[in-house]
């Protein structure tokens, strides 16, 4: 006869209060504020201040703070980099989630794609702007994905569990393979490698030069794994640094486009707005506009 036992939560989370992706400008201060649920602060590109009660945090890329219920918090920018923060808040019961407070964390990258994977959920299941800082919920999608926000919900406890799991002084090599093959290694280095020469050119030849594999192999399997071509990818990188260096203030639209090595300004301006959706000008306008 069978015996049905309930399955055993660790992490619950009851509900996803807010997520947002944010890109800040270098000189951005937000007062702070206290709410009844927990809040994670995670820094995808740069580095930002984050203060909890009356401790000064400085998180780099790839970190991640927690913020209990009720704790007074704030967040701010260096002056000198402009940020990438993806931000969450939740509400979450369970007992273990008491090894979450004051803890700041640095993110295995195995979990990193997994806050990829859940930031990439969040766009297609929530309203994600990108500069509007004070926003105190998500509006969900008109034509969201079948279980999009019930997926962010899961994807979010996996990650606890796995930050449980593997703790804070757990090397990474010691987390969980997650079925990595080849193909996923080799992309991860042909990212890696496009990453290190954002402000160069790079072409596919040279990337089968470099890592002795064809065209077609290359291109196929970097497709499979990423769902974008070696060049959309490439493009993608050179524009998330162009965003970052237009918030920063620091060069203009010419000067910017020699920098990623573009042929000229008009072909930057519409390569930017291919890719965004708006023009240089238009994405500078919006983004002082916090």
Known sequence: MYQIKPVKHVIRVQSIVTIHYFELSKNFYYPGESHDFW?????????????????????TQGQAVFH?????????????????????????????????????????????????????????????????????RSSP??????????????????????????????????????????????????????????????????LCQRFNYSKTYLSRVFKNITGRSLLEYYTSLKISEAKRLIREKNLNFTQIAMQLCYDSPQYFSRTFKHVTGMTPKEYKRSVMAD
């Open 39 to 59: 809040e994670m602060v995670y820094v995808d590109k740069g580095e930002v201040i984050a203060t909890a009660e009356e401790r000064e945090i400085v998180l």
């Open 68 to 136: 209990k219920p009720n704790e007074f918090h704030r967040l701010a920018a260096n002056n000198v980099t402009a940020p990438n923060v993806f931000i969450i808040t939740f509400v979450c019961k369970s007992r273990d989630m008491r090894f979450f407070r004051e803890k700041v964390i640095d993110i295995p990258q195995k979990l990193r794609d997994l806050i990829a994977v859940m930031i990439e959920e969040g766009q297609q299941s929530y309203m994600l702007p990108f500069i509007e800082t004070h926003l105190k």
């Open 141 to 206: 999608q008109n034509n969201p994905p079948l279980g999009g926000q019930q997926m962010v919900k899961l994807y979010l406890e996996q990650f606890l569990i796995m930050l449980l799991r593997s703790g804070t002084e757990v090397k990474e090599s010691r987390l969980p393979a997650m079925n990595e093959t080849i193909d996923d290694r080799l992309v991860q280095d042909i990212i890696k490698y496009l990453e290190s020469r954002v402000f160069q050119t790079v072409s596919v030849n040279e």
